[in-house]
């Protein structure tokens, strides 16, 4: 399954990623609980003025107090009568049902003690006449009276059964305005959270860029620079944790080559003395293939130094034309009498070690023409890589054997012999120094039969 | 020098002294062996030596201290032998002034071949190292890196050279704007004396002047001189 593009793949980019959309939620929460929070404010501010006009209503109602009309109490009660009809019967609410009303309605009866039986609540709007300032504003002014609609809440409560009491208050309604509100204040939320998030992640990730690239240069060349350490605690530690273990590894990898050198020379002292011995073999044919055989064991020891060095060279990279270096190599094997030919190629400059290049190119060639008769080398272009390729005429390598032809001590079969000789270090000794130039070896039975192989370097 | 020239062998390896010295002696050689180097030291100041074979790794003094201290005292020549094969030994061992350096396992063939190609050198008066040292020579905008065995042009690219090639071309770097007949180039790069109808130098000229030459049609740097040989034209610096 391919990852979602949007998804970073960097740690400072996820984090930074994740805590958008942590207080994004946070943020939509919260402004989901404002929004209802208000909306109990908005329905408690419209219901409140029709509920205390029944409220004083009721306390005044004319049966309540059959026996006494106290003047002044008569005053109170005029007022509050006002606006309120009295009935006997359920009245006829115009408009919308506003059952939410009701229900708020019923609440604050009860927090205030008044038992009601039933309760109904409608909102619809009429036409409010002009007010008299904005009568002489449209006059000065030519423009036509804006519609003045108002909103108007009608209440009826059943206060005993029967006896019904409705009353009407005008009620405003606010457009919401939160929008823009949430957007800002998420931005500056933004703002305070993930710029020092930012800087942050930018003192992490730095470190642990230096000590990503220094391992990968460790990995390839096995040289490496030490990683400064800087940055927060956790990383430092990392950094003298990854330069200590880059330490010991070189300390040992030295160590190798140390132990590699003494070896080859303690195993090439004796040979050197066979091989001046053999010169005192009377039969002359003898001592050719005595002779022969020391060169070989001599050469199988520096395949194995060079396949245990690999990765180790003291060798310097530097820019290379590729196709000098193959005529240069195919020369040397023309001048020993090898049949091997190079076939006209452009100019291929690539950053190599060329002497590791001409020891892969060579054991190609040799191979070549142990195993395939004669050697075809030629260099090609092909999609911002180079190709030195060696084509033999043999029979190729069955394409099952093909990956395995790379591993070492690895030859084909029926060429366990001493006359084709080598101890399978060949390939792999080619492939070691391939991966360590960033390239590739590979094996293909070309179509008009023999094997071709190739060494593909980038340009 | 005597009929029979005089050689001096340090090696600390019995093995190898013992059946070497014999093999040299049979070749027509004087031979003394010692097997280490403040022996050597005895035996040049009271010897007529004429050549000396040095091992590079010995216990004590080592081949290169040696070597140094004969090139400082005395123009015996000297050919290296090591069992290591790294590129540095080499050139180390050049710088401290060898004449030649030969790899552990040998042919004893090619180390008599090669003693000769000294002796000759020598009797013929010619200059004293033929061998790669290192150095890098500059000319005409190209770099010949000995160390590499590569030609290295003026965008910084190493062209390498095929060891005939190579040879060809130290020879012209190091003797720049002389008159150079096919058999000196012969005898200075392969270490042998042409025959009538040898083309090998030419080929080798040809493939050299594909290289370096701007135009190979019309030569500018490896010129021909008629009747006489090849010549580079061009200011050689040594770097």
Redesign the interface.
Known sequence: MKQLRLWPQSLVGQIIVLVAIALFVAQAINFGLLLRERNRVELTSQTAPVVYRVINALDVRPDRWPGRDNREQGEDRDRDRRNVDFATTRPTLTGKPRPDVEARAAAMFEDIGLTVHAIAAAEDSRIMPLRRWEQIRSRATGEAPRDHRVGRLTLAVEYEPGKWLSTEARIGSRPPRFGGWLVAQTLILYVIVLIPLLWMGRRFARPLKQLTGSARQFARTGLADPVEESGPGDVRQLTTAFNAMRARIIAMLDEKDRML?AI??DL??????????T??VEDEGERARM?QT??EM?RML?DI?SLARAGRS??TA????LT??A??????FI?LGSPVDMIDSDRA?AFVR??QI?RALRNLIENAIVYGDRAHVSVQHQDGAIRIIVADEGPGIAEDKMGEMMEPFTRLEGSRNRETGGAGLGLALVRAIMAEHGGSLQLANRPGGGLEASLVLPA | MSERPHLLLVDD?R??RE??A??LSRNGFRVTAVENAAEARLRLAANAIDLVILDI?MPGEDGLSLCRHIRETSEIPVIL?T??????DRIVGLEMGADDYVL??????ELVARIKVIFRRVATGGQRVTAPDGATYAFAGWLLKTQ?R?LVDA???????????YNLMMAFATRPNQVLSRDQLLDITQGREANAFDRAIDNQIS?LRK?IEPDAKNPTLIKTVWGGGYTLSAEVRKL
């Open positions: 050198g080859g020379h090439r002292t004796p040979l050197a003395s066979l091989r001046v011995r010169e005192s002779s020391i060169e001599n520096d130094l003291s060798e530097q820019k290379v034309d000098s270096l005529d240069a190599v195919v020369e040397d001048e400059v060329a002497q001409r | 390896e093995s190898i059946p070497l014999q093999y790794m032998l069992a290591r094969s790294e590129e540095t552990k396992p040998f042919s004893p063939r590499e590569t965008e910084g690219v190493s062209l390498p050279l095929s060891t005939a090639e493939r290289k």
